[in-house]
């Protein structure tokens, strides 16, 4: 139940531990999006780590991109929280769901969803299972990657796998 852009089964498989308030997961989503569009067999995969001591409002992003998920909107949600990370109060929330369209009645609902809730919650535990401690964390097929990712340092350590 992973969000990812690109083949599962793609030769090289990128995961990204990210908070939406972190100002290095701001930094890595263009970078990311570069990577994808420039690889033709690449998957980019996102997982939910909300440093909530922090980041305060990281882990209501988190459950928001999880309620625009439902809707078929998490990517659009994961680049606006990334976007307005300064203001991700409740209201901002809100606005940002309201200019994507998304249905405020389920929206809502969803929010408070168990489901939702285990998601974030799940893919917070696998990070901390795997040794995650800081955002943004990225795993290149398997390996940890070391640093912030510019684009140059991860066409290299694409080219090594």
Known sequence: NDHHRGSLDASVVIIEYGDYQ????AATAPVLQQIYESYDDVCIIFRHFPLVKAHPNAGIAAIAAEA???????????????????????ENIFTIAQNLELDMREFLNDLEDEKILDKVRNDFDHALANGVSETPTIFVNGVLFEGLPTLERLREEISQT
């Open 68 to 90: 625009a998920a439902k809707q078929k909107k998490f990517w659009e949600m994961h680049q606006a929280l990334l976007t307005h990370q300064n203001d991700l109060s409740t």
């Open 22 to 25: 972190c100002p290095f997961c």
